[in-house]
């Protein structure tokens, strides 16, 4: 067995109001590379308070990204490197400041400045060829965990895939659970559910460990009490409890794996183009047999929040549909062995995932 050896985030600053502190973070780095900072932003903020307290300089690039029409692609990526290097060369420093999306596209980008080529023949474990440049995340809705992951999840042409590496990780990291202040309920809701799901796959499974436990079940009892407890709903202290439980979740899933909600979310995500968070959730909600206390909990989320999910969606979707996601679903071997166990081949095949998709 290989045990997992993985790099932290460099620095990390916690509370309220430290997004202030963002510019006096950056200016030991303003002196690299042709000396000015690009900004990835949500297109959310354009025209709102965050904007006006960037606190950028003149040479700074910003860029307010539309992250609704479709999850970050390879494309996306070499497009905005190339008319980067060829405006202004290769900048100190790229700043993410939005959710997991934003985040992904700012640690992408600050690999491939640094590495030629298409971002698609990047995808896949320890590929990349150079380290990127300084790379600041700043969270602004909780849950996916990608504040601390190694990797920046892109569509491309062939899969849907994070180009994954050491590198990836952020320089620093920045939360401040008042930007997360303005997030709409429902994506409040599915956002943080993907921190809760994390951690029921992580602890559910073979690969789970002392350590993984130690950061899951912290964060699942943060989950517990945002979504169920006396004060649940979004409130600053709640929001304060969703960020850290969001970076521990994603240390814990790092630690062990994720499993069959994650599997069949992939599926959702690579044919039907449905959103990580959101699919998540359409595909949980039916695993009582895996995940039975862990779906008893999620529904009781459910019905206290008011959040209703579609069901009876496999009724539109044809049999080529379901069996192209059974197969994306099916190529995550790491996540069934995970789930299941070594000999999940002799559980689990392409018909039996077949039959969980059409449960939805
Ligand atoms: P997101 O970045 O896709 O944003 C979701 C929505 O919330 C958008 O409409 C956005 O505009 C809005 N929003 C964000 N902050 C807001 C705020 N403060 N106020 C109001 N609206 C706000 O959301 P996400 O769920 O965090 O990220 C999903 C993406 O993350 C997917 O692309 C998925 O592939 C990726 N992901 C990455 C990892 C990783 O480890 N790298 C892990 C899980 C998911
Ligand atoms: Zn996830």
């Not at 008042?178 to 309920?185: F, N, Q, S």
Request: hydrophobic share 35%.
């Amino acid at each position: 067995m290989i045990h997992k050896n993985f790099k932290s985030i460099e620095k990390t600053v916690f509370g309220r109001g430290s997004f202030k502190q963002l510019a006096e973070i950056i200016a030991p780095k303003r002196g690299l590379n042709q000396k000015y900072f690009v900004y990835i932003i949500d297109q959310y903020f354009k025209g709102k308070e965050l904007e006006n307290s960037l606190q950028e300089q003149a040479e700074d690039l910003i860029y307010f990204i539309d992250v609704d029409p479709h999850e970050p692609s390879t494309e996306q990526i070499d497009t905005l490197r190339d008319e980067i290097l060829s405006t202004k060369g290769l900048p100190a420093g790229v700043i993410g400041i939005g959710g997991g999306s934003i985040m992904d596209i700012a640690k992408a980008l600050s690999l491939m400045l640094c590495n030629e080529g298409k971002s698609e023949q990047y995808q896949g474990l320890n590929l990349i060829k150079n380290p990127g440049v300084y790379h600041v995340g700043v969270p602004t809705i909780s849950g996916t965990g990608a504040e601390c992951s190694m990797t920046a999840v892109l569509t491309g042409p062939v899969k849907k895939l994070g180009l994954k590496c050491e590198w990836t990780i952020f320089d620093q990291v920045i939360l401040d659970s008042e930007l997360t202040a303005t997030v709409p309920v429902d994506k409040w809701f599915y956002t943080g559910m993907d921190t809760f799901i994390h951690c029921i796959e992580s602890r559910d499974g073979i690969l789970n460990n002392a350590y993984s436990m130690a950061y899951g079940e912290q964060s699942l009892k943060l989950c517990r009490d945002i979504y169920l407890g006396d004060q649940a709903g979004q409130n600053p202290e709640n929001d304060d409890k969703l960020m850290v439980a969001s970076l521990m979740g994603g240390l814990s899933l790092t630690y062990s794996e994720v499993g069959v909600c994650h599997a069949l979310s992939y599926g959702l995500g690579k044919i039907l183009g449905e959103k990580h968070c959101y699919a998540n959730c359409l595909a949980f909600q039916h695993l009582s047999d895996f995940y039975p206390e862990g779906v008893a909990e999620f529904k009781t989320m459910l019905s206290k929040h008011q959040i209703t999910l579609p069901q009876n969606l496999s009724a539109h979707w044809s049999d080529e549909t379901i069996t192209a996601m059974a197969q994306v679903a099916y190529n995550l071997p790491h996540m069934w062995n995970h789930a299941l166990g070594s000999d999940w081949q002799e559980k689990m095949t392409i018909e039996r995932i077949e039959g969980l998709f059409r449960r939805m």
